[in-house]
């Protein structure tokens, strides 16, 4: 009897019986564009064995102009077509299903040669796109349906085709993008006519047995996007065309309200797709910001969908479901919605891969095989960096012994945790406990190591950390504190707070000062008024009129840096734009350029960039000015001639992050 009943109930879709009600959504990760198809098959045929009921691949595009860049993947010339097959292959023979996703871009497209309704250029792109006339609109509808036709023959069970998040079919749906006057544009009719035949034609080609999904934008999140008339009208006619099933798309790439960020609550948008159940005949999909299989249970008990997608969860663990099925949801490693390893490397044009599970994407690259001969291990530190080697050699079967001063594990998460839309980052502490008991890692807490502590092991990892670093600002009294005293509650922060460092830490440090209560991202009610989210029913496209309502910060928080750049500039690329409107929202001025004169009881003397003195008057500054890596048992042990693996914060503190702190310890493992 499984804990998750509606998870496991298998779904009839008429030619086809899926097992269970879990689908693996679209994720791009560079691998295609690599070139290099066995690390593609590899990557979804290890996620197939996983269990899941039906993947879809990452963006593929129809032709040149829809890509989303130049060289974008898809299914154009005959090597691409050997190549997918080895990719459809690999899936069946390990048991699983995929569907390809056709992703046309439209406006969307970074690339000259980009094609769109109208002529109007995205807020997003540099390229204004070129105006389609009546045979070039054909033409795309062509090349969409004989992608779908070339998915068929090299063996995919099924096709995406995407309509939501902004791109091409939806650029035809809203007046924004859509400002025709002929037969594709005016009336709601006529703008959907381009998405509607592309499912009809789509499923005629392919015949009755494939499975055709819909990826519908049901809230747009942009001014002048789709009433909830038609959206109901859209996902009845394309019932009609012929989709199998609809899938949930949340707001366009350009709406400046996050949807699937960690500070977005877990499935902060289901009740948009419940809105929808019982309108269509077909199974509706939804998705966004779930990641555990209880939420995805609640979210089909409760009737909010028939299937559940999850993308990025499948990159943190590719047996999520198997895990689930057989009771040990405990084990299944959390994805934090932190977008640091997957969508921001996308943005970087780097490979895809998972803060937690830096083997996503690298299944044959970085490869945990069993330890030939098991070793002692000894680990001092159990931050990120200790913990990801801890478990992954222990994992391969070495005997592994980690020590930490502390009286917890975690580290610097344990910080992390504390910040208000950071709080999946206790998932990830609670998960590295699990997998630390289920590989017997012996964990020695409360334990200062010393080199003599050290002596009887193999081989020897300090994973000792980073300490707060001292700017050196003359001081003359004041209320002077680290970020680390603050979040841990050690020190109470005034009224009047002014941050020094505007990196990660100064942006979370600020977050943390002008909240109270309860976080946000643990109340969908006021997250939803906090950044203007209403139901799309009474307004169109969700954005409720009054826009954003913040609560009101309880302090003045000023955050300063001393780069002549706008701060908050170096923060991930999908999410540093979510930082900044946040505490823009609260009324947090982020002032770049400065030096720090000097600190004393009215506050923080500085120098702006244009030589202007100035006292910010405070009654709290906290340092947020970053690391120095903590050697000092690296140095200790080096001292008595012991050969030691030096990682994490303390091998390199600049710019370290847990992304870089798991995948060393990972790498590191593997190699024992
Ligand atoms: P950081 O990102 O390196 O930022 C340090 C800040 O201190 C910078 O603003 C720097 O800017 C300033 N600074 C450096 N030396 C200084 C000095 N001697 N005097 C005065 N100011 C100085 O470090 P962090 O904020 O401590 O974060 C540590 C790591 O954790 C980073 O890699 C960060 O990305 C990561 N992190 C990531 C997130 C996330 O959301 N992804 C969140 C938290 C932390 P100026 O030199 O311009 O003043
Ligand atoms: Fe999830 Fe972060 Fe991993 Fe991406 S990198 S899959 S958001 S945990």
Same mark, same amino acid.
């Given at each position: 009897?499984?804990?998750? @009943?509606?998870?496991?109930?298998?779904?009839?879709?008429?030619?086809?019986?899926?097992?269970?009600?879990?689908?693996?959504?679209?994720?791009?990760?560079?691998?295609?564009?690599?070139?290099? %198809?066995?690390?593609?098959?590899?990557?979804?045929?290890?996620?197939?064995?996983?269990?899941?009921?039906?993947?879809?691949?990452?963006?593929?595009?129809?032709?040149?102009?829809?890509? &989303?860049?130049?060289?974008?993947?898809?299914?154009?010339?005959?090597?691409?077509?050997?190549?997918?097959?080895?990719?459809?292959?690999?899936?069946?023979?390990?048991?699983?299903? !995929?569907?390809?996703? !056709?992703?046309?871009?439209?406006?969307?497209?970074?690339?000259?040669?980009?094609?769109?309704?109208?002529?109007?250029?995205?807020?997003?792109?540099?390229?204004?796109?070129?105006?389609?006339?009546?045979?070039?609109?054909?033409?795309?509808?062509?090349?969409?349906?004989?992608?779908?036709?070339?998915?068929?023959?090299?063996?995919?069970?099924?096709?995406?085709?995407?309509?939501?998040?902004? $791109?091409?079919?939806?650029?035809?749906? +809203?007046?924004?993008?859509?400002?025709?006057?002929?037969?594709?544009?005016?009336?709601?009719?006529?703008?959907?006519?381009?998405?509607?035949?592309?499912?009809?034609?789509?499923?005629?080609?392919?015949?009755?047995? #494939?499975?055709?999904? $819909?990826?519908?934008?049901?809230?747009?999140?942009?001014?002048?996007?789709?009433?909830?008339?038609?959206?109901?009208?859209?996902?009845?006619?394309?019932?009609?065309?012929?989709?199998?099933?609809?899938?949930?798309?949340?707001?366009?790439?350009?709406?400046?309200?996050?949807?699937?960020?960690?500070?977005?609550?877990?499935?902060?948008?289901?009740?948009?797709?419940?809105?929808?159940?019982?309108?269509?005949?077909?199974?509706?999909?939804?998705?966004?910001?779930?990641?555990?299989?209880?939420?995805?249970?609640?979210?089909?008990?409760?009737?909010?969908?028939?299937? &559940?997608?999850?993308?990025?969860?499948?990159?943190?663990?590719?047996? #999520?479901?198997?895990?689930?099925?057989?009771?040990?949801?405990?084990?299944?490693?959390?994805?934090?919605?932190?977008?640091?390893?997957?969508?921001?490397?996308?943005?970087?044009?780097?490979?895809?891969?998972?803060?937690?599970?830096?083997?996503?994407?690298?299944?044959?690259?970085?490869?945990?095989?069993?330890?030939?001969?098991?070793?002692?291990?000894?680990? &001092?530190?159990? =931050?990120?960096?200790?913990?990801?080697?801890?478990?992954?050699?222990?994992?391969?079967?070495?005997?592994?012994?980690?020590?930490?001063?502390?009286?917890?594990?975690?580290?610097?998460?344990?910080?992390?945790?504390?910040?208000?839309?950071?709080?999946?980052?206790?998932?990830?502490?609670?998960?590295?406990?699990?997998?630390?008991?289920?590989?017997? +890692?012996?964990?020695?807490?409360?334990?200062?190591?010393?080199?003599?502590?050290?002596?009887? #092991?193999?081989?020897?990892? !300090?994973?000792?950390?980073?300490?707060?670093?001292?700017?050196?600002?003359?001081?003359? =009294?004041?209320?002077?504190?680290?970020?680390?005293?603050?979040?841990?509650?050690?020190?109470?922060?005034?009224?009047?707070?002014?941050?020094?460092?505007?990196?990660?830490?100064?942006?979370?440090?600020?977050? %943390?000062?002008?909240?109270?209560?309860?976080?946000?991202?643990?109340?969908?009610?006021?997250?939803?008024?906090?950044?203007?989210?209403?139901?799309?029913?009474? $307004?169109?496209?969700?954005?409720?009129?009054?826009?954003?309502?913040?609560?009101?910060?309880?302090?003045?928080?000023?955050?300063?840096?001393?780069?002549?750049?706008?701060?908050?500039?170096?923060?991930?690329?999908?999410?540093?734009?979510?930082?900044?409107?946040?505490?823009?929202?609260?009324?947090?001025?982020?002032?770049?350029?400065?030096?720090?004169?000097?600190?004393?009881?009215?506050?923080?003397?500085?120098?702006?960039?244009?030589?202007?003195?100035?006292?910010? @008057?405070?009654?709290?500054?906290?340092?947020?000015?970053?690391?120095?890596?903590?050697?000092?048992?690296?140095?200790?042990?080096?001292?008595?001639?012991?050969?030691?693996?030096?990682?994490?914060?303390?091998?390199?503190?600049?710019?370290?992050?847990?992304?870089?702190?798991?995948?060393?310890?990972?790498?590191?493992?593997?190699?024992?």
């Amino acid at each position: 009897m499984t804990q998750y @009943p509606h998870l496991f109930q298998p779904l009839d879709l008429g030619h086809v019986t899926l097992p269970n009600r879990i689908l693996m959504g679209s994720m791009h990760t560079g691998l295609e564009e690599l070139g290099d %198809f066995n690390r593609v098959a590899a990557y979804y045929a290890r996620r197939a064995e996983g269990g899941v009921a039906l993947m879809v691949t990452g963006g593929m595009a129809p032709n040149r102009e829809g890509g &989303v860049m130049p060289g974008a993947a898809g299914l154009l010339s005959d090597k691409d077509m050997q190549n997918h097959g080895k990719v459809t292959q690999a899936v069946h023979d390990a048991g699983g299903r !995929i569907a390809m996703q !056709i992703l046309h871009a439209g406006r969307y497209a970074y690339s000259p040669e980009c094609v769109a309704p109208s002529p109007v250029k995205s807020p997003i792109s540099p390229f204004p796109p070129a105006e389609l006339d009546e045979d070039g609109i054909e033409k795309q509808i062509a090349d969409i349906v004989e992608a779908a036709r070339r998915a068929r023959d090299v063996g995919y069970d099924g096709v995406e085709i995407m309509g939501s998040e902004g $791109y091409f079919l939806n650029q035809f749906l +809203v007046t924004h993008t859509n400002k025709r006057t002929d037969r594709w544009g005016g009336t709601y009719e006529n703008r959907m006519r381009l998405p509607v035949d592309v499912v009809r034609r789509v499923r005629q080609a392919v015949g009755d047995d #494939f499975i055709v999904i $819909y990826r519908l934008s049901m809230i747009d999140l942009v001014p002048n996007g789709s009433t909830w008339d038609e959206v109901v009208q859209l996902a009845h006619a394309v019932e009609k065309a012929g989709a199998s099933i609809i899938n949930t798309g949340i707001g366009w790439h350009e709406a400046r309200i996050p949807t699937i960020a960690t500070s977005v609550p877990r499935r902060a948008f289901t009740w948009v797709t419940k809105k929808l159940m019982g309108a269509v005949h077909i199974p509706v999909i939804t998705s966004n910001r779930i990641n555990t299989p209880e939420t995805a249970e609640a979210v089909l008990a409760d009737g909010s969908a028939d299937m &559940v997608s999850m993308a990025r969860p499948f990159l943190a663990d590719p047996d #999520f479901v198997k895990k689930a099925r057989t009771g040990r949801s405990k084990t299944i490693a959390p994805c934090i919605a932190c977008n640091q390893a997957c969508l921001d490397h996308t943005f970087e044009m780097k490979i895809a891969s998972c803060l937690v599970n830096p083997q996503a994407a690298h299944e044959t690259d970085l490869v945990y095989a069993p330890a030939a001969k098991p070793k002692k291990i000894g680990i &001092v530190g159990a =931050g990120p960096a200790g913990l990801s080697t801890a478990i992954i050699a222990a994992g391969r079967g070495h005997k592994v012994t980690l020590f930490d001063r502390a009286d917890r594990i975690g580290g610097q998460l344990n910080l992390a945790k504390e910040i208000p839309g950071k709080e999946e980052f206790h998932g990830l502490v609670d998960w590295f406990a699990t997998m630390l008991d289920e590989t017997a +890692v012996a964990l020695r807490l409360g334990e200062e190591a010393k080199p003599g502590t050290l002596a009887g #092991f193999d081989e020897i990892i !300090i994973a000792t950390g980073v300490t707060p670093r001292d700017p050196g600002i003359p001081t003359d =009294g004041g209320h002077v504190v680290s970020y680390a005293d603050i979040l841990t509650g050690r020190e109470t922060a005034g009224k009047r707070v002014a941050v020094v460092g505007a990196g990660g830490i100064g942006f979370d440090v600020s977050e %943390f000062l002008t909240h109270e209560g309860q976080s946000p991202t643990e109340n969908l009610e006021d997250w939803l008024q906090e950044w203007g989210v209403a139901d799309p029913g009474d $307004y169109r496209a969700g954005l409720a009129p009054d826009g954003p309502q913040p609560s009101p910060s309880p302090r003045k928080v000023s955050l300063f840096q001393r780069k002549a750049e706008r701060p908050g500039k170096r923060l991930g690329k999908t999410t540093g734009w979510i930082h900044r409107a946040s505490l823009q929202m609260k009324g947090v001025q982020m002032i770049g350029g400065v030096s720090y004169d000097r600190i004393d009881r009215a506050g923080l003397h500085i120098t702006r960039q244009d030589g202007t003195v100035e006292l910010v @008057p405070c009654d709290t500054i906290v340092l947020c000015v970053g690391q120095e890596s903590d050697r000092r048992l690296a140095d200790a042990c080096e001292a008595e001639g012991m050969k030691v693996h030096v990682i994490g914060g303390a091998d390199f503190a600049a710019e370290l992050d847990a992304k870089r702190a798991i995948d060393q310890g990972a790498r590191l493992a593997a190699s024992l």
